[in-house]
Structure formats: structure tokens, C-alpha cells
T-cell receptor, first 111, second 115 residues
């Protein structure tokens, strides 16, 4: 089946720093989404981005489907950005909506 | 809108007991799903449904049953709990699969411990 790899696995930043999180996938996908799991366990959808670039405030994401990767950019990081960031992909060979999650990037932003 | 509501938030079971995790959404979403999250891992799909009366298996369906009698509700049943089912369970929903923005919305999770 499709493999989803996220890097780096762990990241520690000072408040105000920028970062780039990467999601590589081993096969073509129908859909791709990015999620933030906060320290209380809540999963928040950040982007639905099967291709192209989207921006939402300090966050932006780019998916290059032909090269099988997606990037999540966090600018001017804040302590509230701490948590785990997951990408999830929906491969066309698996049927409808069988999202496969990566193992995540754990981000800690220090004040 | 309340979004996706999961109950209970915490549950402790003994091996062999059965129980049902409840999930309800009030967004008229056609797609609903159940995931489990184990420490240090991403989420794994247990079962999903693309509409009332339609369910299918995900990556890790063994030991779990689901049904979808209404658009709003998608309960997950553990028939005979095992310690390997200790996990955090998340329910998610999404608009119609042909929608232009098919974001997944998650409930707040159920932490289940099986002793």
C-alpha cells in the first residue's frame, strides 16, 4: 500500500521562527489534507490541498502531486502552534476516502 | 452547529466486555468514519460510511462493527474488548464526496482502556 512519510519527526523552535514540514507519499493520491493535533488531543483541519498552494494567515501549504510531496509552512511561529502536524492522503487505488495518515511531525514552540 | 460529537470521552472496560462508542454530526455530512490513534502513531482507519445504509472496512476493522441507519449517527461497537483495543478513538465526517472542499472534521475523541 501507499507509504506516507513526514519529516522531520520532531522540531523545536523559538517563538517567531519559521518552519517547513514535509509530507512525502509513495503513490498518486486523490486528496491530501493537513491537520494539527493540539496538546489536548483535538484534531483541526488546516488545509484540504490535493494540488497547488493555499494560504491561511501564517500557515500555507503546497502540494506537488506529480512529484508526490506536500509542504506545510509555518511563519512567525507562536506557542499555540505546538502540537503534532499530520498529513493524510487518499489513494485512488484504495477506493473512496480511505485516508492514510503519516506518523506526524511533533512541533514545540518555545516562548 | 455542534459539529462532530463523540461520547463518552473516557471509558474503562474489562477484557471481554462489549460497548458502543457514539458519534453524531449535525452538518448533514454523507461521509463518516472511525479512526484509532495509538501512541507515537498516526491515525488508522477502522470503518467508514459514504451514506446511510452503506459501510465499508478500513485498515484495521477486526474486532469492530459499525452501522449507519441515519445520516447523523455512526456508532462503533466493540463486541468483546481486548487489551489491544486500548487506544484513542476519533470519529470524523466530511461533506458529500463530490463536494469541492472535502475537509475531514473530527470529534474530540474517546480514550478507551481495556484491562
Amino acid at each position: 500500500g501507499i507509504q506516507v512519510e513526514q519529516s522531520p519527526p520532531d522540531l523545536i523552535l523559538q517563538e517567531g521562527a519559521n518552519s517547513t514540514l514535509r509530507c512525502n507519499f509513495s503513490d498518486s493520491v486523490n486528496n491530501l489534507q493537513w491537520f494539527h493535533q493540539n496538546p489536548w488531543g483535538q484534531l483541526i483541519n488546516l488545509f484540504y490541498i490535493p494540488s497547488g498552494t493555499k494560504q491561511n494567515g501564517r500557515l500555507s501549504a503546497t502540494t506537488v502531486a506529480t512529484e508526490r510531496y506536500s509542504l506545510l509552512y509555518i511563519s512567525s511561529s507562536q506557542t499555540t502552534d505546538s502540537g503534532v502536524y499530520f498529513c493524510a492522503v487518499d489513494p485512488p487505488t484504495s477506493g473512496t476516502y480511505k485516508y492514510i495518515f503519516g506518523t506526524g511531525t511533533r512541533l514545540k514552540v518555545l516562548a | 452547529n455542534a459539529g462532530v460529537t463523540q461520547t463518552p470521552k473516557f471509558q474503562v472496560l474489562k477484557t471481554g466486555q462489549s460497548m458502543t462508542l457514539q458519534c453524531a454530526q449535525d452538518m448533514n455530512h454523507e461521509y463518516m468514519s472511525w479512526y484509532r490513534q495509538d501512541p507515537g502513531m498516526g491515525l488508522r482507519l477502522i470503518h467508514y460510511s459514504v451514506g446511510a445504509g452503506i459501510t465499508d472496512q478500513g485498515e484495521v476493522p477486526n474486532g469492530y462493527n459499525v452501522s449507519r441507519s441515519t445520516t447523523e449517527d455512526f456508532p462503533l461497537r466493540l463486541l468483546s474488548a481486548a487489551p489491544s483495543q486500548t487506544s484513542v478513538y476519533f470519529c470524523a465526517s466530511s461533506p458529500h464526496i463530490a463536494a469541492t472542499n472535502e475537509k475531514l472534521f473530527f470529534g474530540s475523541g474517546t480514550q478507551l482502556s481495556v484491562l
